[in-house]
Structure formats: C-alpha cells, structure tokens
C-alpha cells in the first residue's frame, strides 16, 4: 500500500476556503485517492474519491496532478462544523483494505 | 437502512474478562472492517472480511483477539481475556465491494479496568 504524508494541523477561519495536501509518491496504477471525515466521537465519513485530474461533489473538491503523486482536498468557505480530522486514503478501493494514517486536524475559528 | 449498527456502544468490564463487540452491517455490503482508535495508536485496521470470509487479519494484534462473521448481516470482535491496554474505540465499516465508499458505525468505546 502506497503511503500517504499529511500535515498533522491547521487552522482556518470561517469562509475561508482550505486545502489540505496529501503526498503519495509510491501510488500504484490501480490506486484510487479517497478522503474522510471524522468528528470527535463518530466514525470517520466518505468526502470524495478521484483517480486523476479533478472531482467534484457538493461537499469538496479533489485536485489530482498528472503524476498522482499528491492530491489536494479543497473545502471552499468552511464553517466552525468543517473543524474536524481528515484522511487521506491510496489504494484500489474496491474490496480491498482500507488503512487510515495519522490525518490532518482542521481548525476552523471564527 | 439504520447504517452500521455497533452493540454496545460502551463497555466497562475488569481486566481478563472476555469481551464481545458487535456488528450488524448495512444490508447487501459484502466487505467488513473492524477497527481500533486510540489516541496513540490513531485508526488500526485490525482486519477486513470479503462475502463473510477473512481475507486479512494482519492488524489484528494478539491470539487475544479474534473475529467471526457467520453471515453477511453479523459480525464479532472477541477479546479473551482483555487487558487495560485494548481500552479504545472500535469502530466496525461496511463497503460493496464495487462501491466507493466506506459506511461506519458509531462505535464501541471500550474501558478495560
């Protein structure tokens, strides 16, 4: 499994918008870039998944460069409810193990 | 569908006794995880299942420790005997094994004393 680099924190402001970086230089062919969500006290929650170039749902976008050694997660105009931990996942995804590392801790202040 | 549901939500029990989690996962999943959260230790998948059968149980961190899932809608997470070092959170997740995404319950918090 490809190993994923995150920041351990940031911090943000309300409205702002944040992009968290996750580095993957050993991302197989067959990997797909999948990020979580986690609140204090809950099971982490699918934001979004890409292969290459750019995702976009109602929740964030995925920023994905050619050589898909790093991906972006962008959260446009965060609130005080985005402060949470956020995961950066590499692997097939489909029916194969899902592990987590350390995550980023969004801040988010008013 | 209710998601994943995890029983109990908390369990205190003393040191060396056998403790049970539970998970029912949303129906026509066919991939299952267990995982462990500590504040040390962060996420640990202990081991994953693919149509109810083990496929990696690697993370799972001693012979305390085992896992069944007799069915598709049923799985447990056993440790006999506990010890103060297992207290944490499990989480149990369930995917379609063509799907995207995994779904999480809310957790067991366990408290070995």
């Known amino acids: 499994l490809a190993k994923t680099t995150q920041p351990i924190s940031m911090d943000s402001y309300e409205g702002q918008e944040v992009n968290i970086t996750c580095s993957h230089n050993?991302?197989?062919?067959?990997?797909?870039i999948t990020w979580y969500q986690q609140f204090p006290s809950q099971g982490p929650r699918f934001i979004i998944q890409?292969?290459?170039t750019k995702v976009t749902n109602e929740v964030a976008s995925l920023f994905i460069p050619a050589d898909r050694k790093s991906s972006t997660l962008s959260l446009p105009r965060v609130s005080l409810s985005d402060t949470a931990v956020y995961y950066c996942?590499?692997?097939?995804?489909?029916?194969?193990?899902?592990?987590f590392g350390a995550g980023t801790i969004l801040r988010v202040k008013s | 569908d209710a998601g994943v549901i995890q029983s109990p939500r908390h369990e205190v029990t003393e040191m060396g006794q056998e403790v049970t989690l539970r998970c029912k996962p949303i129906?026509?999943?066919?991939?299952l995880f267990w995982y462990r959260q500590t504040m040390m230790r962060g996420l640990e998948l202990l081991i994953y299942?693919?149509?109810?059968?083990?496929?990696?149980d690697s993370g799972m961190p001693e012979d305390r420790f085992s896992a069944k899932m007799p069915n598709a809608s049923f799985s447990t997470l056993k440790i006999q005997p506990s010890e103060p070092r297992d207290s944490a959170v499990y989480f149990c997740?369930?995917?379609?094994?063509?799907?995207?995404?995994?779904?999480f319950g809310q957790g067991t918090r366990l408290t070995v004393v």
């Open positions: 129906s026509g999943h066919n991939s």
């Open positions: 050993n991302i197989a062919t067959n990997d797909y």
């Open positions: 997740a369930s995917s379609m094994i063509e799907g995207t995404e995994a779904f």
């Open positions: 299942f693919n149509n109810n059968v083990p496929i990696d």
């Open positions: 890409g292969y290459k």
């Open positions: 996942l590499v692997g097939e995804g489909y029916g194969n193990k899902l592990v």
